[in-house]
């Protein structure tokens, strides 16, 4: 049982280039999430989706996209990437009947 | 607004003592409450989670939570800390029906002396 897969598990990248953070989760959850998690500062919420199609803004949006073309998959995108986007990013996925949040075991990404 | 208050940064124990983690949150409505766990370059577990009914909740590996509507508080409670629970511990709160998000105290890290 797989539940949320993320992928890479770690990065670098340099300023102004682009990258994808994949993840997948293989349990028919409705709602999907975007965490990014700094020292001392909990998580922030960055991207949802309530379903295929539809994704809006969390507290920290600027500077990613997202989108849900499927139930399964909830690519984060990183256009321009900046050192203030060096952060671990945690992936979540919960149903639309349970009440908790499922997560992934996060991708650590350095922006040089 | 909606917020999650972990007082404490940093909380050292030695191992075979008690363990309390402080949570308070400030929400419009009765929230759904959890309580998450997370090792050193893992992701978050969920240890426990509160929605209504019984007041004081058990989890996983032996950890307990208590709800107290009157102080808007959520404390995770451990009565013997083993060295395996050194980690970080989230309080967060949300999951209603109609809002989806949830909101994540900065956390408190656990360290255990032998």
């Known amino acids: 049982n797989a539940g949320v897969t993320q992928t890479p598990k770690f990065r670098i990248l340099k300023i102004g280039q682009s990258m994808t953070l994949q993840c997948t989760q293989d349990?028919?959850?409705?709602?999907m999430y975007w965490y990014r998690q700094d020292p001392g500062m909990g998580l922030k919420l960055i991207y949802y989706?309530?379903?295929?199609?539809?994704?809006d803004k969390g507290e920290v949006p600027n500077g990613y996209n997202v989108s849900r073309s499927t139930t399964e998959d909830f690519p984060l995108r990183l256009e321009l990437a900046a050192p203030s986007q060096t952060s671990v990013y945690f992936c979540?996925?919960?149903?639309?009947?349970?009440?908790?949040?499922?997560f992934g075991q996060g991708t650590r990404l350095t922006v040089v | 607004a909606q917020s999650v208050t972990q007082p404490d940064i940093h909380i050292t124990v030695s191992e075979g003592a008690s363990l309390e983690l402080r949570c308070n949150y400030s929400?419009?409505?009765?929230?759904?409450l959890f309580w998450y766990v997370q090792s050193p370059g893992q992701g978050l577990q969920l240890l426990l989670k509160?929605?209504?009914?019984?007041?004081l909740v058990q989890g996983i590996k032996g950890f307990e939570a208590e709800f107290k509507r009157s102080q808007s508080s959520f404390n995770l409670r451990k009565p013997s800390v083993h060295w395996s629970d050194a980690a970080e511990y989230f309080c967060?709160?949300?999951?209603?029906?109609?809002?989806?998000?949830?909101?994540f105290g900065t956390g408190t890290r656990l360290k255990v002396l032998a």
């Open positions: 979540a996925s919960r149903s639309g009947t349970g009440k908790e949040a499922f």
């Open positions: 349990m028919n959850h409705n709602y």
């Open positions: 989706s309530v379903g295929a199609g539809i994704t």
């Open positions: 929400y419009g409505a009765t929230p759904y």
């Open positions: 509160y929605f209504s009914g019984d007041t």
């Open positions: 967060a709160v949300g999951g209603v029906s109609g809002t989806y998000k949830y909101i």
